[in-house]
């Protein structure tokens, strides 16, 4: 595996970056391009392990896609809601959105599928998406372990109006069953179990039909989302915005390390849920504003961060930006309702708490939740755990510390190939 060692930056920060396009923008346009009426051109794609995968799954699939990654374009054009192959095998790796979507899409399909994957994600849970589908009357054939990828899946032809989904584990499995609804060219009433019905990704995916030409029917405070029947996706010319997840890292570094950040093209206004962790950082003690760039965050003025307790349910993604940050601050920092994040591409809470232990700082696992103290970080090697996230919100370390080095580093390639090129543009 390869290691990076994170060189510390002895100066407070005042410059701006980029990061990629947002990978669940990118995947779900994607999806929604294929099904659509005609050409769709998506500009600012993400071009990373998962989108790539994405990607090569649509082409294996039949689907006719023109990729210009120096131009970060994608131009597909769609079948008006039909898979161009009866008979097909993808591979989607380890992304999670690649998995879920296209499983679905697939289970509305008239054919016969097989989709593999990584190890990794042959871990992670999908038998609640899988039971939906089988009631809707798709057909799955477990190729090795029950409830769990790879499968043959065998596309339904019956029209049942109702199906009942449990997004307890993932939010993806109520995404995948909205944007695939209307292949069926009937009215589908989705209900739901658990308590994550409007979460920020759930929103991501109605806001994008709803650009894509396609109406949803859901009422605030409602667990139940209706698609009408008899619509299909428009193309479009989509311009996909900046990745927020990735621009919170370099958020986070203005907090540790003063001075400003820009993060170009990310906006107050944009549709991701991880803007909420801009609020974090403002009761943490930093300065969030917003120009014709983008949104700036400056380190605070006292140089000194606030300890806080907050709920990350919605945005836990960047609980591990946060937790990498906790021990600058002055106070302990309280990360609650984050349980979910047991179940994403490693049980991230025991990684989050075992490596900040390693590095000398207490960290107490509560189960939903984590405690963390601030303390002296020590050197160490960071284990990443094949995490993506693991990789880069531990980074942040070494910008404060000497001796930080992160093993398997290049495993942020699954959303952001370049990350610590742009990390040294901050020196």
């Not at 963390?372 to 693991?390: A, L, Q, S």
């Amino acid at each position: 595996m390869s290691q990076y060692e994170v060189k510390t930056v002895d100066h407070t920060l005042n410059c701006s970056v980029s990061v990629p396009g947002s990978k669940s923008i990118t995947n779900r346009a994607l999806l929604m391009a294929a099904l659509g009426d005609g050409v769709s051109t998506l500009e600012g794609a993400l071009f990373s392990d998962d989108s790539r995968y994405f990607l090569s799954s649509l082409v294996s699939l039949g689907f006719v896609i023109e990729s210009n990654e120096v131009e970060k374009e994608v131009i597909v054009h769609g079948c008006s809601g039909k898979i161009p192959k009866k008979e097909a095998e993808i591979y989607v790796g380890s992304a999670g959105t690649a998995a879920r979507f296209l499983t679905t899409m697939l289970a509305f399909a008239d054919g016969t599928y097989t989709i593999r994957c990584s190890d990794q994600m042959k871990k992670r849970p999908m038998k609640q998406l899988f039971d939906a589908l089988t009631s809707l009357g798709a057909e799955f054939t477990y190729l090795e372990k029950e409830g769990h990828l790879p499968v043959v899946v065998k596309g339904t032809s019956k029209h049942k109006t109702e199906v009942t989904i449990d997004t307890t584990k993932s939010t993806q499995f109520l995404s995948a069953l909205l944007m695939t609804a209307p292949m069926s060219g009937h009215k589908l009433e989705i209900h739901i179990t658990g308590d994550r019905a409007e979460g920020a990704y759930v929103q991501i995916t109605t806001h994008m039909m709803t650009q894509f030409g396609v109406e949803v029917k859901h009422e605030s405070g409602s667990k139940t989302f209706t698609i009408p029947k008899e619509q299909c996706y428009s193309a479009a010319f989509y311009r996909i915005e900046p990745d927020v997840s990735a621009a919170c890292y370099f958020y986070a570094a203005a907090a540790i390390l003063g001075g400003s950040v820009t993060v170009n093209r990310v906006y107050l206004n944009s549709m991701q849920g991880d803007k909420k962790f801009l609020s974090v950082l403002e009761q943490m003690g930093c300065k969030v504003t917003e120009g014709e760039k983008g949104v700036t965050v400056t380190g605070p003025e006292s140089g000194k961060l606030q300890g806080i307790t907050v709920d990350m349910e919605d945005f836990s993604d960047q609980s591990m930006t946060l937790a990498a940050i906790a021990p600058f601050a002055e106070g302990p920092v309280h990360i609650t309702h984050i349980g979910h994040i047991r179940l994403q591409e490693s049980d991230r809470i025991t990684a989050i708490v075992t490596e900040l232990k390693r590095l000398g700082i207490h960290a107490e696992d509560e189960g939903d939740a984590i405690l963390i103290r601030p303390g002296e970080v020590k050197p160490c090697m960071v284990t990443t755990y094949n995490d993506h996230r693991m990789a880069m919100s531990f980074a942040l370390i070494g910008l404060r510390e000497a001796g930080i080095v992160i093993d398997d580093y290049e495993c942020c390639g699954k959303t952001f190939e370049n990350y610590f090129e742009v990390l040294e543009e901050l020196r």
